[in-house]
């Protein structure tokens, strides 16, 4: 009978039948939880039940089945079954999520809010990440909670200030919500992910090279890794632009082809910054925004259809699985559960640091707009809502274990886990009920913030007779910042796009934004 028996890959003298019949077995349990969560997501979807999200759901499911096996005596063989491998999140699971976040973005409404959404995303970022920092490490001297070094809190700090609300977009597309509300959560989100990557990375060089590190030596190391890995991104995605542009790839017997050199770059980006040693997920973040913008235009019509479909499958599949990974290793894995005080308080700090990003930001962003046209309080307050864990802050955390000594990466992955789990679970099912209370629900067509998108550039207008009336230095430098900003529309509409295009810059915006909002609705509607 024990011959019979289906076992993990046993690397003591298991014969290779049975090793991929190990195999086979673990490929169909992770199979059907991911159909399990897929058909659960569309049946709460179709009934419209906000409560229970998509991802909560994948969470949920993850939870159960790690939770069986704990009490039916499997858990060795499960965990040998699934077989995960950080290497596997970081080279196959995580580069589409974050490819597909830069792809999905509609050029429009981001540029158009480019100055708010690089106020919140960088500044109020770096203000989140040392704001955490600060308060876990203080949190640890006063003894309210498990000690670590200033550096490692500030790692946790930047790690966790990675956000991923696309469960309340996911709600914020179903109930209707205003445009430039929607354009600032996601925008933000998916620059802060590049933003927090970067200042982990570097304090985690700081933490590694401490003889002689000083502040000067730390913003340099910050720069080489966003900057350097941005730039390869765009780089690559200028490339590809080039080449579809003049290759003469968009004819019918051709797009096979086509399909896979556009599927092919981004992980080229991915892996040439990982071999340069900086971050390929920025870099192919900003990989896929560029190609969305350049590149894809110079594509065939069959060949859009194509990959915007296909990464858009690969990258609902890698997030539902990495929300199922999670449930499933907080039931499986052994954490540092003793630490519970670490949890509770960094819950806390979280929401106080968000509040500090979110708050602060809309001030100074609000001191060079006119009345008529100030970032509205409830907006404000959903996007502190919105500032939701997930593959991101997870993947980090895991790198941590690895990155720090002594269990205290440990208790940083154990911590972030929770968080995840509590924030998709909790903030998620109450996304619906917050946006009711704020009343921002069907404020698509809300005229005073929707009207003349391109002329007031989003949340962030030109106000000339408040700088003439005032001397205030803050508010020319933001002033200053904003006409940078639409300096740079300028320049893409003038000369970036013709050059890299087959349009001119004149193009017919309603056509592009349409195919955006095509994209954006499945994307949200779809799973996650």
């Known amino acids: 009978m024990d011959e019979l028996q289906i076992s993990p890959a046993d690397p003591h003298g298991a014969s290779p039948g049975k090793d991929q019949q190990a195999a086979g077995v673990g490929i169909l349990l992770q199979i059907m939880m991911l159909v399990l969560s897929f058909i659960l997501g569309h049946v709460l979807r179709r009934h419209r039940f906000y409560y229970l999200p998509e991802a909560s759901a994948s969470l949920l499911i993850g939870l159960i089945v790690g939770g069986l096996a704990n009490v039916s005596n499997t858990e060795t063989s499960i965990r040998a079954w699934f077989n995960f491998h950080e290497e596997f999140f970081f080279l196959f699971l995580l580069p589409p999520i974050i490819f597909q976040s830069g792809f999905s973005l509609a050029p429009k409404p981001f540029f158009s809010n ?16 040392v704001v955490t920092g600060l308060l876990v490490y203080l949190g640890g001297v006063l003894y309210l909670m498990y000690r670590l070094p200033l550096v490692e809190c500030l790692m946790f700090g930047a790690l966790i200030s990675a956000t991923d609300p696309v469960t309340v977009l996911s709600i914020f597309q179903e109930l209707g919500t205003d445009t430039n509300l929607y354009a600032l959560v996601f925008g933000e989100s998916v620059l802060n992910d590049a933003m927090a990557i970067s200042l982990y990375r570097t304090m985690s060089l700081v933490k590694n090279n401490s003889s002689g590190q000083n502040f000067f030596l730390m ?30 790839l968009d004819i019918d017997n051709l797009q096979n082809l086509e399909c896979c050199l556009f599927v092919l770059f981004p992980y080229f980006s991915y892996m040439l910054a990982e071999g340069l040693g900086l971050s390929g997920i920025v870099s192919i973040l900003f990989t896929g925004m560029v190609m969305k913008h350049y590149s894809f235009s110079n594509l065939s019509e069959n060949s859009q259809q194509f ?75 959903a996007l502190w809502y919105s500032g939701l864990r997930g593959a991101m802050a997870f993947a980090l955390a895991l790198q941590s274990v690895h990155d720090l000594p002594e269990g205290h990466g440990q208790t940083i992955f154990t911590a972030t886990t929770a968080i995840v789990v509590l ?20 404020d698509t067509h809300e005229p005073h913030l929707s009207d003349n998108f391109e002329a007031n550039n989003g ?32 320049l893409d509409r003038n000369y970036l796009t013709p050059f890299f295009t087959t349009q001119s810059g004149d193009r017919d915006d309603n056509d ?13 509607e779809g799973f996650h």
């Open 307 to 381: 990959v915007a479909a296909f990464f858009h499958l690969i990258s609902s599949l890698a997030e539902t699985f990495v929300f199922i990974y999670m449930g499933f290793d907080i039931a499986m894995e052994q954490h540092s559960w003793s630490h519970v005080g670490f949890i509770f308080f960094s819950i806390i700090f979280i929401g106080l640091a968000r509040a500090a990003n979110v708050f602060s930001c809309a001030y100074l962003l609000n001191l060079v707009r006119p009345a008529q046209r100030q970032i509205p309080l409830k907006h404000q307050k």
């Open 423 to 442: 924030t998709v679970l909790l903030i998620g099912g109450s996304t619906g009920t917050m946006l009711e209370a704020l009343h921002v629900v069907g």
């Open 512 to 524: 592009d934004s349409n195919a955006e909002d095509s994209l954006l609705r499945s994307r949200r």
């Open 114 to 129: 480019f100055g708010a959404i690089v106020t919140f995303a960088i500044l109020g970022t770096f203000i989140a990440s």
């Open 459 to 490: 949340y962030v207008a030109p106000y000339d007779e408040e700088s003439s009336s005032s001397g205030n230095r803050l508010k020319m430098r933001l002033k200053e910042f904003h006409r940078s900003a639409a300096s740079f529309r300028a």
């Open 219 to 248: 913003v340099v190391r910050f720069l080489e890794t966003f900057v350097g890995s941005m730039s390869a991104g765009v780089g690559v995605g200028f490339t590809s632009a080039l080449l579809f542009k003049y290759a003469g």
